[in-house]
Nanobody, 117 residues
């Protein structure tokens, strides 16, 4: 069965950094598009970053220049390095995997990130 397991969330002060990890199993990881989404209380889930099998990366303007997505195919793991964190980054962060063209979408359980002094 497919599993995506996030780790690395927690409490951090404004301006601080955090690194999230997502370990995948049950998929051919190297050919999947991997991504991170987040959902804050009372708001819709939004894309934070995505990386294709070929290394093409997408960020929204809200995190561009502060967040970096990367993947290690040998470890079946995708990472999200978050720097210069702001209170508005507070949310549950979800790992996402999408298969080749027309493929299914899978989700992790989510990990809480709280940015507060």
């Amino acid at each position: 069965q497919v599993q995506l397991v996030e780790s690395g969330g927690g409490l951090v002060q404004p301006g601080g950094s955090l690194r999230l990890s997502c370990a995948a199993s049950g998929i051919i990881f190297s050919i999947y598009v991997m991504g991170w989404y987040r959902q804050a209380p009372g708001k819709q889930r939004e894309l934070v970053a995505a990386i294709t099998s070929g290394g093409r990366i997408t960020y929204p303007d809200s995190v561009k220049g502060r967040f970096t997505i990367s993947r290690d195919n040998a470890k079946n793991t995708v990472y999200l390095q978050m720097n210069s964190l702001k209170p508005e980054d507070t949310a549950v962060y979800f790992c996402n995997a999408v298969g080749p063209v027309g493929g299914a979408r899978y989700w992790g359980q989510g990990t809480q990130v709280t940015v507060s002094s």
